[in-house]
């Protein structure tokens, strides 16, 4: 179905919303009631003003649309470490939010290589690529893992379907809902077959799988072909799969990383949503013991600096 340009009325909102000093969310929130079907939307313009598809059902790409950011504080780290030429791979792309992002920033002379296990994602991220022309952006349909195989995974939006609300995870969704067979692949092979050699910058987001994931990475991480990891950890999903918060991070210490807490307060979300932070404060260096129960990891090969 071909869609339709964004309504007069959403990017007028989207403009008001964008500025407001507070109550951002609540408006984005009203507003989104009276959309109907997907349309094209598009990214603000320090972002590249990139288009993607757009339903206001789903809630990140409503939050991308009318405030112009999803998770200010990864978007601002991505803008703070991208730059031209470089290398970005989005494992757990969802609906290709960062992948574009990413894109942008790395320009025409870099490379960015998308991994997202959920099909009916897939499909969107590569209508965005589409639209936007993206050469230099590879996707792939597959769940990161230590070994080649199938996985059956499972849908963790009770509301999702073909048009947003996207996402699967190995494990099982007491609310029911679909089950997806997904191809699963190693990274480092997915990496060797696209021939990347290097990574600048790897984010990933894969709802407790980020334990095995990792492992398929191997390569890379031992022997420092891979300069920065932007993690964000589900403990509960890994408890789930027989893994840890605290067997994830002992992974990426003995491998030569320093990990850096991304802030996650509601002070931090608004200060990054409207630029009055700069990244450096939003970070601070990973303590032993307990790190929240939704963290977000910032890692950096040792010897790198912020």
Known sequence: MRLREAPVWINAASGVIRRLPAGRYRA??????WARGPFWARLPRDLGGLEFRCDLRD???????LTGRYEPQETAILRHLLRPGMTFVDVGANW??????GAHLVG?????????????????????????AHAHVVLHNIAAADAAGTLSLHQYEARAGESGNFGVGRAENPAGGRTFEVAARRLDDV??????????LLKMDIEGAEATALAGLEGRLSDGRIDRVLLEIHPQQLRQLGDSVDGVVAHMRRRGFTGWTVDHSRAAHAGASSGRLRVRALLAPLKEGPIGEWPHVLWLRGGLSL
């Open 28 to 33: 984005m929130n009203a507003v989104a009631r």
């Open 59 to 65: 809630a990140l790409m409503r939050e991308a649309c």
């Open 108 to 132: 025409s002379s870099g490379r960015v290589v998308a991994v997202e296990a959920d099909p009916r994602a897939c499909r969107t991220v590569q209508a965005n690529l589409d639209r936007n």
């Open 191 to 200: 990496l060797d077959d696209d021939r990347v050699e290097r990574v600048d």
């Open 96 to 101: 290709g939010y960062f992948t574009l992002v």
